[in-house]
């Protein structure tokens, strides 16, 4: 792997189960520095349990897992900080607390990591990841009741930034939003992958998402990554699923969507 494709991810041999029922068995994946990286896969392929393992919120049966070179497998919760603090998480929804302002939200993990920080200056910080992440200054404001679903995902994202993360983990992000609001977060999203330089991890069922924002793609079956690269690469491989996704009636027209798109902007 050259100097470039650095993996800051590195998954080997991971195996997952509930009970009798096993969810991945041998499962390897790298996710190199500063890729937009999707993971697709049929429903029970363990996307989001993937992303749990990795995050440290569902511990493996076997394998091993580093995250910027450290291993994460068995380590506490204390001695993980460091390296958890250099990552975000925007959970299904939001999972914004619902007690809580917007600012508020973003405020929460910053008094985690950073308890001697004061007020003003998280109110500082929560207001530029707030307009960092498209929502006006007034949103800080609202409870997330407040807001709509597209702005809800947005306050999730000014929260996942709170820290200046280097990586950044989205489980299904446009789920539930409208093909305009998809495609305004899919634009938010590259815009601050580019910027910020930021690696991101974005599970995904959207093939519009697939084809307007990510470098790579990772898919899930057979309880193992089968196949990790372009979609042009992916759909050169002979794999009923994967041709079935990417070749169906949607796939195609998330290509020729795409092909529109391009020609618009040229």
């Not at 990417?246 to 195609?252: A, D, E, S, Y």
Request: hydrophobic share 45%; aromatic share 6%; with cysteine.
């Amino acid at each position: 792997m050259a100097a470039d494709e650095e993996a800051i991810i590195c998954v080997r041999g991971l195996k997952n189960g509930f009970g009798d029922q096993i969810v991945h068995d041998g499962l390897d994946l790298d996710v190199r520095r500063g890729e937009v990286l999707g993971v697709v896969g049929g429903s029970g392929t363990g996307k989001s349990v993937l992303m749990r393992s990795i995050i440290g919120l569902q511990t493996p049966l076997a394998g091993e897992i580093e995250v910027f070179g450290v291993p994460m497998v068995g380590r506490d919760e204390d001695d993980a900080k460091h390296v958890r603090r250099r990552w975000g998480v925007l959970f299904q929804g939001g999972a914004l607390f619902s007690t809580l302002t917007v600012a508020e939200n973003i405020e929460v993990p910053i008094r985690e990591f950073f308890p001697g920080v004061d007020d003003e200056l998280l109110r500082e910080i929560a207001g530029y990841k707030i307009l960092m992440s498209g929502l006006p200054a007034s949103a800080g404001e609202k409870y997330p009741s407040e807001l709509s679903g597209g702005m809800r995902k947005r306050a999730g994202v000014a929260r996942a930034l709170s820290l200046d993360p280097e990586l950044l983990f989205l489980d299904e992000p446009t789920a539930g939003l409208d093909p305009i609001g998809a495609a305004a977060f899919d634009e938010l999203i590259r815009e601050l992958s580019d910027a910020l330089g930021l690696t991101v991890f974005l599970i995904t069922h959207d093939l519009d998402t697939l084809h307007a924002i990510c470098d790579r793609v990772a898919v899930l079956a057979d309880k193992k990554v089968i196949a990790v690269g372009t979609i042009p690469e992916l759909l050169a491989l002979d794999h009923k699923w994967i041709q079935d996704y990417f070749n169906g009636p949607r796939g195609r027209a998330a290509a020729a969507g795409l092909s529109k798109h391009q020609e618009v902007e040229a």
